[in-house]
């Protein structure tokens, strides 16, 4: 089956405490994208990749890292957490076949509580 | 700058009843427009998407969206509503500006169908 993958799907934790939640896709897409979603905000992006060793901020990147180095994985890591990264997190997929016409695939979402 | 607005935070309906979900946007260049779909505790999922061509679009669940250049609306339609349709809905529009690598969302509509 065509999915993406998160992973905790759950995740409370302590301010500066170093955390990584995965995400993984098996539909071999070159985009791979991160957002957070608040209420009355929306969905806000976090970084992209275009491919392998490919990366860049989207409109909310402080306090996150993230890293490419395999096609299909794209942990989002937070080094020092802070309350207001309490969130819930969204990994998304898509082709690049015809750049932006592409469907975006979404994981199920990783809610995290850092307190 | 690109921008998506969703001018509702809310919207009911009774079932049977024709329903719209309302979405600006403001793109320099061709948009690129979408509407997504989430239910509770669950990822997004794609409903339909406007690139070029027929200002109507038909997508998935019975659902239809106008798109309208003059009035840069992109309005989320389906002529009778389910029970089963109440979700928070996003429009989203590629940012061509950065070569459609960054994704915009609106800060979603939930839509409540009454029985």
């Known amino acids: 089956e065509a999915q993406v993958t998160q992973n905790p799907r759950y995740l409370i934790t302590v301010t500066g405490k170093k955390l990584t939640v995965t995400c993984s896709q098996n539909?071999?897409?070159?985009?791979m994208s991160w957002y957070r979603q608040d209420p009355g905000l929306g969905l806000r992006q976090i970084y992209y990749?275009?491919?392998?060793?490919?990366?860049d901020k989207g409109d909310v990147p402080e306090g996150y890292k993230v890293s490419r180095k395999e096609k299909r994985n794209f942990p989002l890591i937070l080094e020092s957490p802070s309350p207001n990264q309490t969130s819930l997190y969204f990994c998304?997929?898509?082709?690049?076949?015809?750049?932006?016409?592409?469907?975006?695939?979404f994981g199920p979402g990783t809610r995290l509580l850092v307190l | 700058a690109q921008s998506v607005a969703q001018p509702e935070d809310q919207v009911n309906v009774a079932e049977g009843n024709p329903l719209t979900v309302k979405c600006t946007y403001s793109?320099?260049?061709?948009?690129?427009l979408f509407w997504y779909v989430q239910y509770p505790n669950r990822g997004l999922q794609f409903l339909l998407k406007?690139?070029?061509?027929?200002?109507l679009v038909k997508g998935s669940y019975g659902f239809e969206a106008e798109f309208n250049k003059s009035q840069t609306s992109f309005h989320l339609k389906k002529p009778s509503a389910l029970v089963s349709d109440s979700a928070l809905y996003f429009c989203?529009?590629?940012?061509?500006?950065?070569?459609?690598?960054?994704?915009?969302f609106g800060a979603g509509t939930r839509l409540f169908v009454k029985a």
């Open positions: 998304a997929s898509s082709p690049l076949e015809r750049e932006w016409q592409e469907t975006q695939y």
């Open positions: 539909m071999n897409h070159e985009y």
């Open positions: 990749s275009m491919n392998v060793e490919v990366t």
């Open positions: 793109v320099s260049g061709n948009p690129y």
């Open positions: 406007y690139i070029t061509g027929d200002n």
């Open positions: 989203a529009v590629r940012d061509i500006s950065t070569g459609g690598f960054k994704t915009i």
